[in-house]
């Protein structure tokens, strides 16, 4: 079974800071997503990552994959309230199920 | 846009109920899953079906039995409803080697 490990689990930052979520996975992977979950609120998906070095931005969320490490990394810049939320990523090796990490809870303080 | 659409957001239903959880996407995809959430235990998947009238345990699926008697619709069956089944549950669809798709999540009390 294709394991995701996430660190940290919770997170608390200020604003304008910058920091990384981290996500291993336990064996071969096709892709990777990451997913923003808001409290009560169902998933969102982010970013989709596919190949060795694939790197995604979006404001300020940037995504980046390293399959020869099988690590995952979700870099915030300058962190703003509204970013606060849960992320998860998942993988994938049949390209049809996928496996999730615990996911990292976000707090950004004022 | 795809859309999945949960029909309850919020159930409230006694000990050794038959529940009726119910699913259906609007964009012809194959893939459809179950998964129940948990703080601190993540997502964990319960059923999922890649064809009509086809499914496949998960993880955790004790407890729980599905449906899929039409490509859109996919239905998660709790056959007596526990107490440890109160939680939020997630159904999501996707097309083959595709991402998910999720809907907007049925959070279940069993009391």
């Known amino acids: 079974e294709l394991k995701v490990e996430q660190n940290p689990l919770f997170l608390s930052m200020q604003e304008g800071k910058n920091y990384t979520i981290y996500c291993n996975y336990s064996t071969t992977s096709d892709r990777l997503y990451w997913y923003r979950q808001d409290p009560g609120k169902s998933l969102e998906s982010l970013f989709v990552l596919l190949s060795n070095g694939a790197v995604k931005q979006e404001g300020r969320l940037m995504a980046s994959l390293d399959t020869k490490a099988r690590l995952s990394t979700l870099h915030i810049t300058a962190a703003v309230h509204d970013l606060s939320a849960t992320y998860f990523c998942?993988?994938?090796?049949?390209?049809?199920?996928?496996?999730f990490g615990t996911g990292t809870s976000l707090t950004v303080i004022p | 846009d795809v859309k999945v659409t949960q029909s309850s957001r919020y159930l409230v239903k006694r000990t050794g109920e038959k529940v009726f959880l119910e699913c259906v996407q609007d964009?012809?995809?194959?893939?459809m899953f179950w998964y129940r959430q948990d703080p601190g235990l993540g997502l964990r998947l319960i059923y999922f079906?890649?064809?009509?009238?086809?499914?496949e345990k998960g993880d955790i699926p004790e407890g729980y039995s599905v449906s899929r008697e039409k490509k859109e619709r996919f239905s998660l069956i709790l056959e007596s409803a526990s107490t440890n089944q109160t939680s939020m549950y997630l159904c999501?669809?996707?097309?083959?080697?595709?991402?998910?798709?999720f809907g907007s999540g049925t959070r279940l009390t069993v009391v």
């Open positions: 964009m012809d995809h194959e893939n």
């Open positions: 079906s890649y064809d009509v009238k086809m499914k």
């Open positions: 999501a669809s996707s097309p083959p080697h595709e991402g998910y798709t």
């Open positions: 998942a993988v994938t090796n049949t390209g049809n199920q996928f496996y």
